[in-house]
């Protein structure tokens, strides 16, 4: 069965320096790879998303994402994070019943 | 376009008592998913509907249950709640599931 495993629940990081988030997915079929942000009391939003072809993504507020298929990996990158990044990341993954899995989400903490 | 509006945003119920949540999705959106959002279980699928019918289904127990309406509303239904209950519910709506999907900012229930 389709899983994501993200492996950091809180990642800390001071403003303007890279973050990367991880995440590791186990499939034995295509995969469909997706982020997804939630900022605090509000639903998640799509970052981006993996379907095929070049395997580094952009998504939106600036951030990458680059799918590893040797390494199972999908992890979410940002050269310079801002104070207003701060949010839960999560990682997806569509399973056979077309049905989209979430990981556990990484806290992403912005220090000044 | 508007984007997936859930009622009520904030919910207080007593034990015993049942709930109706409701969700409308982004016009032309035909596919509704619900899911349960706890800081112990993290993002948890509940159900999808599609054209009215239901599609999937997680592992809750019947007390809840859904149902979509011809013009792709959706309505959740929770019977004797339990305090266990109390969480984030957040629907989504989509094309398909390869386009990603569209959340609403959820309706949070508190069980006393």
């Known amino acids: 069965a389709q899983s994501v495993t993200q492996l950091d629940s809180q990642v800390p990081v001071f403003e303007e320096a890279p973050v990367e988030l991880r995440c590791n997915y186990s499939?034995?079929?295509?995969?469909?790879l997706f982020w997804y942000v939630q900022y605090p009391n509000q639903g998640l939003q799509l970052l981006l998303k993996?379907?095929?072809?070049?395997?580094l993504v952009k998504g939106i507020n600036g951030f990458e994402a680059e799918f590893n298929k040797s390494q199972t990996s999908f992890h979410l990158r940002k050269p310079s994070v801002h104070i207003s990044d701060t949010a839960e990341y999560f990682c997806?993954?569509?399973?056979?019943?077309?049905?989209?899995?979430f990981g556990k989400g990484t806290r992403l903490h912005i220090l000044p | 376009k508007a984007g997936v509006t859930q009622t009520p945003r904030y919910l207080i119920k007593t034990r015993g008592q049942q709930v109706t949540l409701s969700c409308s999705p982004i016009?032309?959106?035909?596919?509704v998913s619900w899911y349960q959002q706890t800081p112990g279980q993290g993002l948890q699928f509940l159900f999808e509907?599609?054209?009215?019918?239901?599609?999937n289904k997680g592992n809750f127990p019947g007390r809840f249950s859904g149902r979509q309406f011809s013009n792709s509303r959706s309505e959740m239904n929770v019977s004797t709640l339990e305090l266990g209950d109390s969480a984030l519910y957040l629907c989504?709506?989509?094309?398909?599931?390869?386009?990603?999907?569209?959340f609403g900012s959820g309706t949070r229930l508190t069980v006393v």
């Open positions: 499939s034995s079929v295509s995969v469909y």
């Open positions: 989504a709506s989509s094309l398909g599931v390869m386009d990603g999907y569209t």
């Open positions: 016009s032309g959106h035909r596919s």
């Open positions: 509907y599609f054209s009215e019918t239901q599609r």
């Open positions: 993996y379907l095929s072809g070049s395997t």
């Open positions: 997806a993954v569509i399973n056979r019943d077309d049905k989209i899995i």
